[in-house]
């Protein structure tokens, strides 16, 4: 089983760099389409048999882009949940809350976002597992995932098993990159991480 895991287009919140989160949703930049299209091209020889999204529409966009068919929504793919600071402008929240914010980053061990109702790693992770737990039972060769860089880079790297310590050490996935997953035994590995192909 091989898991390809995309993170959505640039949207217009990416570029003016809010954070998105659960309920923010700004539209896909319009050169995006063209980069989500490049990137179905380089896709176009792996026949996917299981399309997941998070129903996020700049996901549920760029999943049905990559591939020319509706993707099943899943609410375990949603970006992180980032409280009263979704929306507002990173450098603001950077500000106001710079030890949370930075842990967020670079070192989830240290994330604590209650002060802003942020959803904890534990929750992310175990939306993570639960899906990976009902994918390994599924009969699909190859999946695809889109979703969100926040939850996306924590989720992909601790299926892979990866500290919580290195869930961040690699730095977060870009846009429009591909990330591949192939389950060994029980164990998934990292194939490919945060590419652009």
Known sequence: MNIYFVRHGKTEWNLEKRLQGQHGDSELLP????????LAESLS???FDLVKSSPQ???MTTAKLLTNQDPEADARLSEWNF????????????AKYPEEMQASREYLPHF?????????VESVLNRFDDLADELK??????????????????????????PLA???SAGGLANNTV?????????FKLQKWNESL
Do not use: M
Request: glycine share 14%.
């Open 45 to 47: 020889d792996v026949h």
């Open 83 to 94: 409280g009263e600071l979704e929306g507002q402008l990173i450098v603001d929240s950077v």
């Open 179 to 187: 990330s591949i997953l192939r389950l060994e035994g029980e164990q």
């Open 137 to 162: 039972n599924s009969q699909a060769e190859n999946i695809l995932l889109v979703g969100h860089g926040a939850s996306g880079t924590a989720g992909i790297r601790h299926l892979a098993g990866f």
């Open 166 to 168: 290195e869930l961040r």
């Open 57 to 59: 529409k700049r996901a």
């Open 112 to 120: 604590d976002g209650s002060k802003f109702g942020a959803e904890s």
């Open 31 to 38: 050169e995006s389409y063209e980069a989500i299209k490049h």
